[in-house]
């Protein structure tokens, strides 16, 4: 599927650890910080820095597990490559675990700049961490999963008829209401479940925030689609998309930590706007970002049909971070939408 999906515009913002902040502190690599899969050493325990600070890293996909760092970053050198090393899971000394993606970031002439780590989960300064896998194959489907928007069980979901099903109801083939195309068929319903930690841990909007009939609860990234009457936010046009995760105020719109979640995810022959408990929300967009979430014998009739979903058509209508970080951008964005 390579071959017929647009690489994505829009970067990809994920907070990361640099290596230094997270070193061996026992074992065979003493003294050594986080490094890239052929340098690892099972077993090896590993402590947070008592001072590490994450930061914010932008990348544009270019091609399977490579990126290019955004002008827009706060960590890295614009323009050079990043790649995906691996997945690792560490084990604390309570018997959990966590994922830690390994981002490597490399110069023009290919030698290694920087390395960082992505944990999946809330890590804890000062905290021993034994290394105890190594996963090179499954890091893409680990990073997807961070992209893909989606929703949870439950979520009503509104057809064709005008009725609202539960997403977990629906079937391929269904008729989903959209706000541009009418109804459409569902061409493929994706699930996982995972652990609600971290950057997987979902957003809860309240009901009745941004005018939903009820909680809806979905996935950090997953954009809202904000018809403004008035423009009280200042975002210069009157169709937005907002990411749920930019409307956190710990009030009315937070995120659920803990335990595990079922997220849903539904494709359509174009990326849609589609209803969730009453309000517009994006369908999955497949690009160079969540294609590895899709399983691999997804038919080539499917594969031809995706060639229509187009990363960029809707760039223009995204709100920045910097835009939405107010407390009250929910309370505004429900003002704006109601005249």
């Known amino acids: 599927m390579s071959d017929v999906i647009e690489v994505a515009k829009q970067p990809q913002a994920v907070t990361v650890y640099d290596s230094a902040a997270f070193c061996v502190t026992n074992g065979a690599n003493m003294g050594d910080p986080l490094s890239f899969a052929d340098e690892l050493q099972p077993d090896d325990i590993y402590t947070l820095d008592a001072e590490a600070r994450r930061t914010r890293l932008l990348l544009r996909p270019v091609k399977d597990r490579q990126f290019l760092i955004d002008a827009q970053s706060e960590a890295g050198t614009p323009t050079h490559r990043v790649i995906l090393d691996s997945a690792l899971t560490f084990m604390s000394p309570d018997g959990s675990t966590t994922e830690v993606l390994v981002l490597v970031e490399v110069d023009s002439a290919g030698d290694v700049e920087a390395v960082y780590a992505l944990p999946l989960a809330p890590m804890v300064r000062r905290g021993d961490y034994t290394l105890v896998g190594v996963d090179r194959e499954n890091a893409p489907l680990k990073l997807a999963q961070v992209a893909c928007v989606s929703f949870t069980r439950g979520t009503m979901i509104t057809v064709a008829s005008g009725a609202q099903v539960p997403i977990e109801e629906l079937e391929v083939g269904d008729r989903v209401l959209t706000r541009d195309d009418g109804p459409q068929e569902v061409r493929w319903i994706g699930q996982t ?29 997953h954009r809202l689609f904000i018809y403004q009457r008035q423009d009280h936010l200042g975002a210069g046009r009157s169709e937005l998309l907002v990411k749920a995760r930019h409307l956190v105020n710990e009030d009315s719109v937070y ?53 229509r979903h187009n990363p960029s058509a809707l760039r223009d209508y995204e709100v920045t971070e910097r835009l939405l970080n107010r407390p009250d951008a929910a309370a505004v964005l429900r003002k704006s939408s109601t005249g």
Do not use: C
């Open 255 to 307: 995120q659920m930590q803990g335990g595990y979640v079922d997220y849903f995810q539904l494709i359509f022959d174009d990326h849609q706007i589609i209803y969730a408990e009453g309000i517009a929300a994006e369908s999955l967009l497949v690009d160079t970002r969540t294609r590895d979430a899709l399983p691999r014998e997804l038919s080539k009739s499917l594969a031809d049909k995706l060639r």
């Open 193 to 221: 479940t995972v652990r609600a930690v971290g950057a997987l841990a979902p957003i809860v909007i309240s009901a009745g925030t941004l005018n939903n009939a009820g909680d809806l609860v979905v996935s950090p990234d």
